[in-house]
């Protein structure tokens, strides 16, 4: 992997004053499964919410990759997991398709507030009865002379609950095919939209998720994020961004877990040795460490392909793939190394296994990775 440059290193080093303090409290606020607010403007502070947007709307001007290194190293340093996911999901969901498809005046309007973290965002995909199946989604958008009118709901909306700008993919036509979708930007105290209450979740639990009802919610035309039936496309880069970013985060923590595995074996004494010197724990640490790396080469590999306008859709799927079953093994294993203390949720060790969970449901399951990689190859 080619070095980082001192102002990518830099920008990440940044992070890392701010990290322990914001971490304080973890394992409380994951018990009360509350949106870290406190933490939230500490992070904003920092400008890790604008890093990948312009200058000129309050950004950081950076690139994918940079982005992701960042992110990564939020991941390693921030105990918070559900804070982290809180951070890519606004980040991915309303800024990314915001500046790569938003009209001048939606850019103007919202993009500086989303960078500083004033505005706190989240996207509308999922239905009760469509998941990762997208295009079956329900919600429609009809078009009312200068306005459209949405109706229908949407389920596991991240963010949901402390949203201030949610993106809404809706259908605006009954023929087959992704043409049928048009993505919207909407406001949360837009007439008709209600946000239904938090829905408590087996991890991630400071991250808030919701439903989402919409009922003749009427907006006007010019909130269209792209062109009418051009959503797919929309959905498409934001789901590219959001695996790779959110699944940086996770290769952050897998590197910190890593790294605490390793002391605490080095450290604990059973049967008068260290237990890292036995074989049946020093190889799961091993498994630990090539994971970690198997997934930073896939992620990384995919952004640059991404970034140099290569159809990157093979490497984004195993990217995801391999992350996502390596961090959910690495959790697994942290725990039986940490033993009777690793099931305790004192260490905060079974919060990172109920955390690792998600990451191979949400953004396309493993099982659509695979079926997608299959189709890829002609299968």
Same mark, same amino acid.
């Given at each position: 992997?080619?070095?980082?440059?001192?102002?990518?290193?830099?920008?990440?080093?940044?992070?890392?004053?701010?990290?322990?303090?914001?971490?304080?409290?973890?394992?409380?606020?994951?018990?009360?499964?509350?949106?870290?607010?406190?933490?939230?403007?500490?992070?904003?502070?920092?400008?890790?919410?604008?890093?990948?947007?312009?200058?000129?709307?309050?950004?950081?001007?950076?690139?994918?990759?940079?982005?992701?290194?960042?992110?990564?190293?939020?991941?390693?340093? %921030?105990?918070?997991?559900?804070?982290?996911?809180?951070?890519?999901?606004? *980040?991915?969901?309303?800024?990314?398709?915001?500046?790569?498809?938003?009209?001048?005046?939606?850019?103007?309007?919202?993009?500086?507030?989303? %960078?500083?973290?004033?505005?706190?965002?989240?996207?509308?995909?999922?239905?009760?009865?469509?998941?990762?199946? =997208?295009?079956?989604?329900?919600?429609?958008?009809?078009?009312?002379?200068?306005?459209?009118?949405?109706?229908?709901?949407?389920?596991?909306?991240?963010?949901?609950?402390?949203?201030?700008?949610?993106?809404?993919?809706?259908?605006?036509?009954?023929?087959?095919?992704?043409?049928? *979708?048009? +993505?919207?930007?909407?406001?949360?105290?837009?007439?008709?939209?209600? $946000?239904?209450?938090?829905?408590?979740?087996?991890?991630?639990?400071?991250?808030?998720?919701?439903?989402?009802?919409?009922?003749? %919610?009427? *907006?006007?035309?010019?909130?269209?994020?792209?062109?009418?039936?051009?959503?797919?496309?929309?959905?498409?880069?934001?789901?590219?961004?959001?695996?790779?970013?959110?699944?940086?985060? /996770?290769?952050?923590?897998?590197?910190?877990?890593?790294?605490?595995? +390793?002391?605490?074996?080095?450290?604990?004494?059973?049967?008068?040795?260290?237990?890292?010197?036995?074989? =049946?724990?020093?190889?799961?640490?091993?498994?630990?460490?090539?994971?970690? !790396?198997? +997934?930073?080469?896939?992620?990384?590999?995919? =952004?640059?392909?991404?970034?140099?306008? !290569?159809?990157?859709?093979?490497?984004?799927?195993?990217?995801?793939? $391999?992350?996502?079953? =390596?961090?959910?093994?690495? +959790?697994?294993?942290?725990?039986?190394?940490?033993?009777? /203390?690793?099931?305790?949720?004192?260490?905060?060790?079974?919060?990172?296994?109920? /955390?690792?969970?998600?990451?191979? *449901?949400?953004?396309?399951?493993?099982?659509?990775?695979? /079926?997608?990689?299959?189709?890829?190859?002609?299968?």
């Amino acid at each position: 992997m080619a070095p980082w440059t001192d102002d990518q290193q830099r920008l990440r080093e940044g992070l890392q004053p701010l990290l322990d303090k914001i971490s304080e409290g973890h394992l409380e606020r994951d018990a009360r499964a509350v949106f870290p607010r406190e933490q939230w403007d500490l992070l904003r502070a920092t400008g890790i919410l604008g890093l990948p947007f312009e200058e000129r709307w309050g950004g950081l001007g950076q690139d994918l990759v940079t982005t992701m290194y960042v992110l990564e190293g939020l991941g390693q340093g %921030c105990r918070d997991a559900g804070l982290n996911f809180s951070v890519t999901s606004h *980040i991915v969901s309303t800024g990314v398709p915001l500046q790569r498809f938003g009209s001048p005046q939606l850019k103007e309007r919202h993009l500086p507030r989303l %960078c500083s973290g004033d505005l706190i965002g989240a996207h509308a995909i999922s239905e009760p009865d469509s998941g990762s199946d =997208a295009l079956a989604m329900r919600t429609r958008a009809v078009r009312d002379n200068d306005s459209y009118v949405l109706t229908g709901s949407k389920a596991f909306v991240s963010n949901g609950p402390v949203a201030d700008l949610i993106t809404v993919y809706a259908r605006t036509s009954d023929r087959p095919g992704p043409l049928s *979708i048009t +993505a919207f930007l909407l406001d949360r105290d837009t007439p008709g939209l209600t $946000v239904g209450k938090p829905i408590p979740k087996m991890g991630l639990r400071t991250s808030p998720l919701s439903e989402l009802f919409l009922d003749d %919610c009427r *907006i006007p035309a010019t909130r269209v994020l792209g062109r009418p039936g051009g959503g797919f496309l929309v959905l498409d880069h934001v789901m590219r961004w959001e695996i790779l970013c959110s699944f940086a985060v /996770n290769a952050g923590e897998m590197r910190d877990r890593v790294e605490r595995c +390793a002391r605490y074996a080095r450290s604990r004494t059973q049967f008068g040795r260290p237990i890292g010197s036995y074989q =049946a724990v020093s190889h799961k640490i091993v498994d630990m460490e090539i994971g970690v !790396e198997s +997934a930073r080469h896939w992620l990384y590999g995919a =952004a640059r392909k991404l970034a140099a306008g !290569e159809n990157a859709a093979k490497d984004v799927a195993i990217a995801k793939l $391999v992350t996502s079953e =390596a961090n959910l093994a690495s +959790a697994l294993a942290a725990v039986q190394i940490f033993g009777g /203390n690793g099931y305790m949720a004192e260490y905060g060790i079974e919060k990172e296994l109920r /955390n690792s969970v998600g990451g191979t *449901i949400y953004s396309g399951t493993s099982e659509i990775q695979r /079926n997608r990689l299959a189709s890829l190859l002609g299968l």
